[in-house]
């Protein structure tokens, strides 16, 4: 256990490490939000007559998604992190089974699976929290109108935390992010049907 914490505390010291893990949390929490406003906005609009089942719709997208997130940047790390090696293997005509190049890297890519992961959970399971009150403290248009607020709330933040570590001004980018989920919210309620 205490190797793990070691190799973690090294992995989380390399910015190049965390800028990739980065990404993918963001861009798939983006995706995750937006799929759940999605979803919410259909939902109510189609005429889905409680919010269990809104809920429901939506935790099978964060299952989707959060799959999706995981297994693909598994195997994309793999593959880049396995031709990383044999390039290295072949400059330095040497086997690097087994070293801590190897294990950084393997620990790298659980990084990034797992930030990927994250991402479009948060990004999902946030705006669905009040279709759980549906009922009991909103209406099914109420829920819905909070949970769009709500998604906007997670991509702004997701835009204020780029927008900071990239020297931009944070409420700018936040409310470039956050303007995504009103417009998803927007074409989604001018959809027919």
Excluded: C
């Amino acid at each position: 256990m205490a190797s793990v914490r070691r190799l973690l505390r090294r992995l989380l010291a390399k910015e190049d490490i965390l800028a990739i893990s980065r990404r993918y949390f963001v861009s798939n929490g983006f995706d995750g939000t937006l799929t759940a406003i999605g979803i919410v906005v259909g939902a109510v609009l189609s005429g889905v007559p409680d919010g269990a089942t809104v809920v429901k719709i939506g935790l099978g997208a964060a299952v989707g998604l959060g799959t999706s997130a995981v297994w693909s940047v598994w195997e994309i790390e793999r593959a880049e992190t396995r031709a990383e090696i044999l390039r290295l293997e072949r400059a330095m005509l040497t086997d690097l089974d087994d070293t801590r190049i190897q294990h950084e890297q393997r620990g790298a890519r659980l990084l990034h699976a797992t930030t990927s992961g994250l991402g479009p959970l948060i990004g999902i399971l946030v705006p669905l929290v009040p279709f759980l009150f549906e009922g009991s403290v909103f209406t099914m248009g109420e829920a819905a109108l909070i949970a769009v607020g709500l998604g906007v709330g997670v991509l702004s933040a997701f835009g204020a935390y780029m927008g900071s570590i990239s020297g931009q001004r944070w409420y700018v980018a936040a409310a470039r992010m956050g303007l995504a989920g009103l417009v998803v919210a927007g074409i989604n309620w001018l959809l027919p049907g």
